[in-house]
């Protein structure tokens, strides 16, 4: 059994949720990290979630860990069986995670009251608008980032369209973009791992983390 360490309103432990919900596996999940805190023998050296472990594999960094799940149960399909489709799956999710940290910094400032100034906020809101365009461009005439089907590289960017396009701020008209948003909204397991209330302050936050303990 597979048994996902990390809190359900952690969007990189949503990475690794919804790509289990996508391969229909069996998992086992457990609440750690924020306001659950970290036990002794956590896995990772950083006590950031999620880590996983699956039989004798233990790893941690979300990226990594929805790379070895598609890899070893999602071929053809998460893990693509076309090199040149699984090149540009790789190649967007590197994306993710230099491009779109910006993200991260807006959500934690509006919500989670991440101590930064109105300007740098400004900031890092055009910077996400800058890499998204370049998303669009990338989602133009295809129904998601690699083509036709969905593939580890929506899963590790697609975690965060819920709270981009959720939050009170002002978004750039970007139809590609939003009309992929909408096809991950029909998706039963995005609905379900991704489309968790997460509040409008740091309290309704911590209250939200609660309220999910112990739900898979
Ligand atoms: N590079 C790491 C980053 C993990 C990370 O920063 N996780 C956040 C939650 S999204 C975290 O653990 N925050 C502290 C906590 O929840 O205790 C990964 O992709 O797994």
């Known amino acids: 059994m597979i048994t996902v360490l990390g809190r359900r309103n952690s969007a990189n432990v949503q990475k690794v949720t919804w790509a289990l919900g996508e391969m229909g596996l069996d998992y086992v999940r457990q609440d750690i990290g ?3 805190g970290y036990p002794e023998d956590y896995p990772s ?7 996983i472990r699956d039989g004798e594999i233990v790893m941690w960094e979300s990226n ?8 070893r149960y999602g071929g053809g399909s998460l893990w693509p ?19 779109v ?8 400032a509006l919500i989670r ?3 930064v100034s109105p300007e740098k906020v400004a900031q890092a809101e055009a910077t996400c608008t800058r890499s998204f365009r370049q998303l669009d461009k990338q ?4 129904d998601y980032i690699c083509g036709n089907d969905l593939t580890m590289a929506d899963i590790a960017i697609g975690v965060m369209m819920f709270r981009y396009m959720t939050l009170p701020i002002e978004r750039a008209t ?5 009309a992929w948003y909408r096809r991950l909204c029909d998706r039963p397991a995005y609905r379900k791992h991704v489309m968790i209330e997460y509040g409008r302050n740091v309290d309704e936050w911590n209250a939200h983390e609660q309220a999910n303990a112990g739900i898979q």
């Open 81 to 99: 069986a076309d090199e040149a489709q699984l090149a540009t799956a790789d190649m967007w999710m590197e994306w993710q995670r230099s491009d």
């Open 113 to 115: 009251d991440l101590p």
């Open 174 to 178: 970007l139809p590609a973009l939003e």
């Open 45 to 51: 050296p950083n006590r950031v979630v999620p880590s």
């Open 101 to 108: 940290a910006a993200f991260f910094l807006v959500f934690q």
């Open 139 to 142: 989602l133009s005439g295809k």
């Open 64 to 71: 990594a860990c929805v790379r070895y799940l598609a890899r």
């Open 34 to 36: 924020g306001s659950f």
